[in-house]
C-alpha cells in the first residue's frame, strides 16, 4: 500500500498570503497523483489532477507541482472561499488501488 | 451535466449488510470509459476509497475491505451500489459515490454524489 502523508496538519494563515501544502508518497506515484478541496457538509471537489493540471473551472491561483513521491500544492494569494481541507490522492498501477493524505485543514489566522 | 446522487438507509444495524445504491443523472453510466467509486469519510477523518465498478462489471476493491465489500451496476437503471457486509460501529461514515476517469486524464475522481450519512448502531 502507498502511504500519503500531508502536512502540515493545519496550516494558519490570512487571507492574501501564499499557502504551500504537501504531500509525501511512501513510493514513487509516477504523475498519477490528485488534490481535492473539501469545505464542511460537502463533497470534496477536484482541484489538480496529474500533479499540476487544473481541473476544469478552478482559479489560476491553485497550482500543483512535483514528482515521484514529493508534491506540493500552492495557492498564490488566498481568499476567504479557500479555507478548508486538502487532500492528496493517487493511484497504484497494478493492483488498482487508490489512497488519500489525511487532509490539511487551512484556517483562518 | 452528470449528477451522481446516493440513497440508502441512514442507519443499519451491527453485523448486518448496509446496501446504498448511486444514480447517476444526466447521462448513461455506460457512456464513455469510466469507472464508478464509492468513497466514505467518517466524521471529522479523512477519505477512504472502497471499491469501483466499471460497466463491464470489472471491479476492482480496497484490500482492508475486500473480504466485506460487493459492488454491482445496474445499467438499465443508471445505478451502481454497494453492499457492505458485517458492519460494525467502525463503519458509520458519510459515504460518497463518484464518478472515477481512468485510463485517460484527469486519473481523478471528477464527479461527486453530495454524501449520505450511514450510521451503525442498535
Known amino acids: 500500500e502507498i502511504v500519503l502523508t500531508q502536512s502540515p496538519a493545519t496550516l494558519s494563515l490570512s487571507p492574501g498570503e501564499r499557502a504551500t501544502l504537501s504531500c509525501r508518497a511512501s513510493?514513487?506515484?509516477?504523475?498519477?497523483l490528485a488534490w481535492y478541496q473539501q469545505k464542511p457538509g460537502q463533497a470534496p471537489r477536484l482541484l489538480i489532477y496529474?500533479?499540476?493540471n487544473r481541473a476544469t473551472g478552478i482559479p489560476a491561483r491553485f497550482s500543483g507541482s512535483g514528482s515521484g513521491t514529493d508534491f506540493t500544492l500552492t495557492i498564490s494569494s488566498l481568499e476567504p472561499e479557500d479555507f478548508a481541507v486538502y487532500y492528496c490522492?493517487?493511484?497504484?498501477?497494478?493492483?488498482?488501488?487508490?489512497?488519500f493524505g489525511q487532509g490539511t485543514r487551512l484556517e483562518i489566522k | 451535466q452528470v449528477q451522481l446522487q446516493e440513497s440508502g438507509p441512514g442507519l443499519v444495524k451491527p453485523s448486518q449488510t448496509l446496501s446504498l445504491t448511486c444514480t447517476v443523472s444526466?447521462?448513461?453510466?455506460?457512456?464513455?470509459?469510466?469507472?464508478w467509486s464509492w468513497i466514505r469519510q467518517p466524521a471529522g477523518k479523512g477519505l477512504e476509497w472502497i471499491g469501483r465498478i466499471y460497466t463491464s462489471g470489472s471491479t476492482n476493491y480496497n484490500p482492508s475491505l475486500k473480504s466485506r465489500v460487493t459492488i454491482s451496476v445496474d445499467t438499465s437503471k443508471n445505478q451502481f451500489s454497494l453492499k457492505l457486509s458485517s458492519v460494525t460501529a467502525a463503519d458509520t461514515a458519510v459515504y460518497y459515490c463518484?464518478?472515477?476517469?481512468?485510463?485517460?486524464?484527469?486519473?481523478?475522481?471528477?464527479?461527486w454524489g453530495q454524501g449520505t450519512m450511514v450510521t451503525v448502531s442498535s
Open positions: 490522492q493517487q493511484r497504484s498501477n497494478w493492483p488498482r488501488w487508490i489512497t
Open positions: 513510493q514513487s506515484v509516477s504523475s498519477y
Open positions: 463518484a464518478r472515477d476517469v481512468d485510463g485517460y486524464n484527469p486519473f481523478a475522481f471528477d464527479i
Open positions: 496529474d500533479a499540476s
Open positions: 444526466g447521462g448513461s453510466i455506460s457512456s464513455g470509459s469510466y469507472y
